[in-house]
């Protein structure tokens, strides 16, 4: 019998203790609305979390893969929180002239950044974002 080829494994690993970012990741999206993003989440936290220090940064994976990058959060929970908190205030009140089709959001653990960056496979971290982190 032919042997049949093993499913690749993710180098992508779970660990809930290790620091985390929220990561925006735009869909081709103009500089100024990618500014613009940029300018409102900075606005948001220092109003609404001003002691948890959460800084936003611009990030460029590739020339199509350009994110808004918000650190650091101590464990994958506070991360968890903050990113509910944005997925749903986004839309509507804090980037309301940016479609929501225009980009997507995910929790990542610096390693596992550190990883992506080296492997620029966004849609590979995104598979398993989706498989550990979204309720089904």
Same mark, same amino acid.
């Given at each position: 019998a032919p042997i049949k080829p093993t499913?690749?494994? *993710?180098p992508y690993k779970l660990n809930g203790a290790n620091p985390h970012f929220v990561v925006l990741s735009f869909q081709k999206v103009s500089k100024a609305l990618l500014d613009e993003g940029l300018d409102k989440f900075t606005r948001y936290n220092a109003n609404k979390h001003s002691s948890d220090h959460i800084e936003v940064g611009s990030f460029v994976l590739s020339p199509q893969e350009i994110m808004l990058v918000f650190r650091l959060f101590p464990d994958e929970n506070k991360a968890l929180d903050y990113f509910d908190e944005i997925r749903e205030a986004a839309p509507t009140a804090i980037i309301p002239r940016i479609r929501p089709t225009?980009? *997507?959001?995910?929790?990542?653990?610096?390693?596992?950044?550190?990883?992506?960056?080296s492997t620029k496979d966004l849609q590979g971290y995104r598979d398993f974002f989706d498989k550990n982190y979204i309720t089904q």
């Amino acid at each position: 019998a032919p042997i049949k080829p093993t499913k690749p494994l *993710t180098p992508y690993k779970l660990n809930g203790a290790n620091p985390h970012f929220v990561v925006l990741s735009f869909q081709k999206v103009s500089k100024a609305l990618l500014d613009e993003g940029l300018d409102k989440f900075t606005r948001y936290n220092a109003n609404k979390h001003s002691s948890d220090h959460i800084e936003v940064g611009s990030f460029v994976l590739s020339p199509q893969e350009i994110m808004l990058v918000f650190r650091l959060f101590p464990d994958e929970n506070k991360a968890l929180d903050y990113f509910d908190e944005i997925r749903e205030a986004a839309p509507t009140a804090i980037i309301p002239r940016i479609r929501p089709t225009d980009y *997507t959001m995910f929790v990542i653990s610096r390693d596992n950044f550190i990883l992506l960056n080296s492997t620029k496979d966004l849609q590979g971290y995104r598979d398993f974002f989706d498989k550990n982190y979204i309720t089904q």
